[in-house]
């Protein structure tokens, strides 16, 4: 019996720990009065799939004539070393890097106040293409990827209002 309570309390922490890393928060109070959500949507949802960060689309409602933008910014932390390529092929300069890459779309509510907004997708920066352009201070060095840490962030704000309806990060 106790192995079966380990096995069961060990299983529900790999699906704690396993679980996305992404927080969203969504904040009606920074859109026009009376925005919800339209009935069946709901919050956009994030999926990473490579290097590829896509978002679901919504629709709100009761937001009139105001329009919004919504922003999906994917950044790709790459961090490597460049070794010399001698006889002990040491270690001579550690980098890092980050690069961003975003879409924007401008959404404009239809004469009913209703916003749809579409699915977003935005593609990071792959280890190969970084290489593809990377060079080490010294071109008789050979640089290695150690890692390359995907971050992104998604943004819907309505015009007139400087913070995000919806903020969802990853």
Same mark, same amino acid.
């Given at each position: 019996?106790?192995? &079966?309570?380990? /096995?069961?309390?060990?299983?529900?922490?790999?699906? /704690?720990?396993?679980?996305?890393?992404?927080?969203?928060?969504? =904040?009606?109070?920074?859109?026009?009065?009376?925005?919800?959500?339209?009935?069946?949507?709901?919050?956009?949802?994030?999926?990473?799939?490579?290097?590829?960060?896509?978002?679901?689309?919504?629709?709100?409602?009761?937001?009139?004539?105001?329009?919004?933008?919504?922003?999906?910014?994917?950044?790709?932390?790459?961090?490597?070393?460049?070794?010399?390529?001698?006889?002990?092929?040491?270690?001579?300069?550690?980098?890092?890097?980050?690069?961003?890459?975003?879409?924007?779309?401008? /959404?404009?509510?239809?004469?009913?106040?209703?916003?749809?907004?579409?699915?977003?997708?935005?593609q990071g920066t792959s280890t190969e =293409?970084?290489?593809?352009?990377?060079?080490?201070?010294?071109?008789?060095?050979?640089?290695?990827?150690?890692?390359? &840490?995907?971050?992104?962030?998604?943004t819907l704000t309505f015009a007139g209002?400087?913070?995000?309806?919806?903020?969802?990060?990853?």
């Amino acid at each position: 019996m106790r192995k &079966v309570g380990f /096995i069961s309390v060990l299983s529900l922490l790999l699906v /704690i720990i396993g679980g996305s890393n992404a927080q969203a928060a969504v =904040d009606f109070s920074n859109a026009p009065q009376g925005a919800h959500f339209a009935r069946g949507a709901g919050e956009p949802v994030c999926t990473v799939t490579g290097t590829t960060v896509s978002c679901t689309g919504t629709a709100i409602e009761g937001v009139g004539n105001t329009n919004a933008t919504v922003v999906l910014s994917v950044t790709s932390t790459i961090s490597g070393v460049c070794h010399n390529p001698g006889v002990n092929n040491k270690v001579v300069e550690p980098f890092s890097e980050s690069v961003t890459t975003s879409t924007s779309s401008n /959404i404009t509510s239809t004469k009913n106040g209703r916003l749809i907004v579409p699915a977003q997708q935005t593609q990071g920066t792959s280890t190969e =293409d970084f290489l593809a352009t990377f060079t080490c201070p010294n071109p008789n060095w050979t640089p290695e990827v150690t890692s390359n &840490v995907l971050s992104y962030s998604y943004t819907l704000t309505f015009a007139g209002f400087t913070e995000p309806a919806i903020e969802i990060t990853g």
